[in-house]
């Protein structure tokens, strides 16, 4: 079977996972049978599917008459025999408990067409136990999507013993059509990939605490200020539910061995039912207390050491394991714990010795497992090597992303979001992608200035993509997660050393429109359209609009813009200060590329501290004042500084090299 072939698709289970799938399908165009055990569980999950939809077209990001499609796509069943009836695909989303799910298997595998792929959504039980339950283990593999399934964009997809290549692929190509992100994971292995980083940092966190060596404050602080994770390892655990990475872990442990065994600081919050936020009590007080706080400065590098020893181990089982590859591992993780860098890039940059070292150490003196170094890990240190240059990562392929198109020329690295289909509407993917091709492009020597513009004429970006972030709607974390990682994503624009241009064609509304106060100059075409239109929406801008719009055209013109929540001209925002030049729409391509041909063309080092002396200076000025003052002398003992001088004497253009 191919993805052409599938019409007919039946959810087990209408929870929050069950009805989240059913929904995701239904809305890429398959049909859906939703099926539960009682007509109130499934009643439930269609009027929560509903409910999303109404908020998709509250939001104008579906028109009613998709919504009613949608519906009209969508089916309720508790007989489990009419629920599969032709079904071409079976995607079980039933409690994730091993015996419940091998009961279903066992009841479906009587009443399903012998054609079915049967897919179940778990998030760390045995595949291969579950097929073998089954008369078609060849056509059995795991679909994990990630809560809420209609926002996040990762599907794992689980090859168990048995599976087929054709049913793998199947599977991924139909995560595909669900505008999913597919990673494969090649081998069953409690946890995949996600919750195998994920959780045994967790666990090391706990064990760091339970033995007096830092306070919550400290991992939580140096977590997530210290290695820049979006969330401290606490305040993740109180998110997510301690209870589920603690039985996550009971599992690993069982599987794996005594590496994983649950620190008995979870197993107490466990006992005590302080699950975290749900119950109103975790690691931190969310009914009598201020909730997650943490503080950004107790970061201390002794846990810092820890937890990236843990997480470089971790990673090395995976590779060493052939679970996958460390492409596949950093993709999973940025998208399904939404990190900025994949885990096998920060520990390509820490000193891997080093943190094998740490591991060591604390095998010698505690003797505790979680401690002992995987084979791959200490063969990569004896090699010097690094995780990306397992052989099964190819370097040409840095720069190859699916919400982007890449190019480099005349020293300027070209960036164009490339959804033309969606007017270049932002999702997590893009924000990711685009983060982590800024980032490879500033640390690219060949590259001496950065251009991003929209693919197609239409557009630059009309904002975020709503529909692929909708499952936040009403959860206040999770909104506010969005808002911040794109808050990372401008602030790394500001950050790059190298000067970047943004060139608008088209719609640069909302989210779209604040990405681009993260660049240097910005140039637009007669046919530009700019606009924060969040007030009508009920929202404010999210990702820095209240803050750099100000710093752009000034205090009252950005309220202008934002509160009347109007579209403007781009001569009206050349006026205002916002752009540097409008071109005609016919010279747009050649004008913007020109600009940042200029731009790569001039004095790297001179640049790199001019923008940090101009970006300091808008918080302090005195502190900017300095830096410009240090940079200044630091700028006469360059190469570059003979250079210009020279052609300034012999009246000639200088070429700089960054020395």
Same mark, same amino acid.
Not at 55 to 77: C, G
């Given at each position: ?95 994730? $408990? ?63 013993? @048995? ?60 977590? $997530? ?127 891997? $010795? ?45 720069? @190859? ?150 710093r752009l055209v000034g205090m009252g013109r950005a309220k202008e813009i934002i509160f009347t929540a109007d579209r403007y001209d781009p001569e009206t925002m050349r006026e205002y ?83």
């Amino acid at each position: 079977m191919e993805i052409d072939d599938v019409n007919t698709i039946t959810v087990l289970g209408a929870g929050s996972m069950g009805h989240g799938i059913a929904e995701v399908a239904a809305l890429a165009g398959f049909e859906v049978r939703l099926r539960d055990i009682e007509a109130a569980f499934v009643e439930d999950g269609y009027e929560e599917i509903e409910w999303s939809l109404d908020k998709l077209v509250e939001q104008e990001q579906l028109e009613p008459d998709d919504a009613a499609a949608t519906l009209d796509r969508l089916s309720t069943y508790v007989d489990l025999g009419d629920a599969v009836e032709d079904a071409d695909v079976v995607i079980e989303a039933v409690p994730e $408990k091993l015996g419940i799910k091998k009961d279903v298997y066992q009841d479906l595998e009587t009443v399903a067409p012998n054609g079915a792929v049967f897919a179940t959504n778990t998030s760390s039980l045995s595949i291969t136990e579950l097929a073998s339950v089954t008369d078609r283990p060849e056509r059995f593999c795991g679909m994990h999507f990630f809560n809420p399934p209609v926002r996040m964009d990762l599907v794992e997809v689980i090859s168990g013993a @048995e599976t087929s290549e054709a049913t793998a692929t199947l599977i991924s190509d139909l995560a595909a059509a669900m505008d999913k992100t597919p990673v494969r994971v090649r081998k069953d292995s409690p946890g995949f990939i996600v919750n195998r980083v994920l959780v045994p940092l967790m666990n090391e966190a706990a064990w760091l605490v339970h033995t007096d060596e830092a306070t919550v404050a400290e991992v939580d602080s140096t977590a $997530k200020y210290g290695l820049g994770l979006p969330m401290g390892a606490f305040e993740l655990a109180d998110q997510v539910g301690i209870d589920v990475g603690y039985h996550v872990l009971e599992h690993m442990h069982e599987a794996l061995g005594d590496q994983y065994r649950p620190c008995p600081l979870l197993e107490s919050k466990v006992d005590a039912d302080a699950l975290g936020r749900k119950a109103g009590e975790g690691f931190y007080d969310y009914e009598n207390g201020e909730g997650a706080q943490v503080p950004s400065d107790r970061i201390r590098d002794e846990v810092a050491d820890r937890l990236l020893a843990v997480l470089a181990n971790e990673v090395a089982a995976l590779v060493g394991e052939d679970v996958a590859g460390p492409a596949a591992i950093d993709t999973a993780v940025k998208l399904g714990g939404r990190w900025s860098d994949g885990p096998a890039k920060m520990v390509d940059e820490a000193d891997l $010795k080093h943190l094998l070292d740490v591991l060591e150490t604390r095998h010698e003196e505690t003797g505790a497992a979680r401690y002992e170094s995987v084979p791959y890990l200490r063969d990569l240190v004896a090699s010097d090597g690094r995780f990306h240059e397992a052989d099964d990562y190819d370097v040409d392929d840095a720069y @190859e992303y699916e919400t982007l198109e890449i190019e480099v020329r005349d020293s300027v690295g070209q960036i164009r979001l490339d959804r033309p289909h969606r007017m270049n509407t932002i999702t997590t993917e893009l924000l990711d992608e685009l983060d982590d091709a800024v980032s490879r492009f500033d640390a690219d020597e060949s590259v001496r200035a950065i251009l991003i513009t929209g693919a197609g004429d239409r557009a630059f970006s009309a904002g975020a993509d709503i529909q692929s972030m909708s499952g936040g709607v009403g959860d206040a974390n999770a909104a506010a997660d969005i808002s911040r990682r794109g808050q990372e994503v401008v602030a790394g624009l500001e950050r790059a050393d190298v000067p970047v241009v943004v060139g608008i064609d088209g719609y640069c509304l909302g989210g779209g429109m604040e990405l681009t106060m993260g660049a240097d100059l910005r140039i637009a075409s007669e046919r530009s359209e700019f606009g924060q239109p969040e007030h009508d929406l009920g929202l404010l801008p999210g990702w820095g609009g209240t803050v750099r719009l100000p710093r752009l055209v000034g205090m009252g013109r950005a309220k202008e813009i934002i509160f009347t929540a109007d579209r403007y001209d781009p001569e009206t925002m050349r006026e205002y200060g916002f752009l540097t030049d409008v071109v005609p729409n016919g010279e747009f391509d050649d004008r913007a590329f020109e600009l940042a041909r200029d731009l790569a063309a001039g004095p790297p080092i001179a640049q790199r501290y001019t923008k940090r002396a101009m970006h300091r200076g808008w918080d302090d000025v005195d502190a900017g004042l300095d830096l410009e003052a240090q940079s200044f002398g630091l700028l006469f003992d360059t190469d570059d500084l003979m250079t210009g001088m020279t052609a300034f004497m012999g009246d000639h253009e200088p070429e700089f090299e960054g020395k």
